[in-house]
């Protein structure tokens, strides 16, 4: 079946089985390659990479504009968290010394641009990359909520042999419930790196 097609997919490599779920390797008209699911290709569930699906909401965005979109909202939204002592959250970000860079700060359109530019999409939310920093474009990008959940500034980090991982994932890594370390480390004082190492 090399060569037929689904969608935007075209099939490139023979099956192979995973848990016993056909997969194919194939390639979107975009370039991206992907092992997928047989079944899904066959049903219609699967007909592209979901690079259509950014390419409409990019083309939306530019044709509609800034005003009265989300990224509107999550501009000003950040300007409030850090520069109006009376929002809710400005403790966590303005109080704390965070801010917006001059080049977003003085002009809303380059937000924007920085945003459709750079993976912009409605399941997404704007996330610091160093929670200590500020909003500018080398420091923001945007994450699901799962990737967010592992960057919040009161998450316990651990290095050990320049690996760096937040607590709840070195828990999966060393195959040990999350409750279990936070419990020990809490209840015992145990210092969080020592007590990660214990289990490698």
Known sequence: MIGEKF?????????????????????????????????????GRSTNCGCLRKKTCRNRLLKHGFSNSRIERIYYGIKSRCYNPNQESYTRYGARGIEMCEEWFGDPSKFYEWAVNNGYDDSLSIERIDVDGDYEPSNCK?????????????????????????LKDWSNKIDVPYSTLTKTIREKGTDPKRLVASYL
Request: aromatic letters at 8%; hydrophobic letters at 30%; glycine letters at 4%.
């Open 142 to 166: 945007w994450a699901t909520r799962k990737e967010q959940a592992r960057n919040k500034s009161n998450n316990i980090m651990i290095t050990i042999n320049n690996e760096t991982k937040c």
């Open 7 to 43: 969608g935007s997919w075209e099939i490139v490599g023979n099956i192979i089985k995973q848990q016993y779920v056909p997969f194919v390797k194939c390639r979107c008209e975009c370039g991206t390659s992907r092992n997928v699911n047989f079944n899904d290709l066959k049903s």
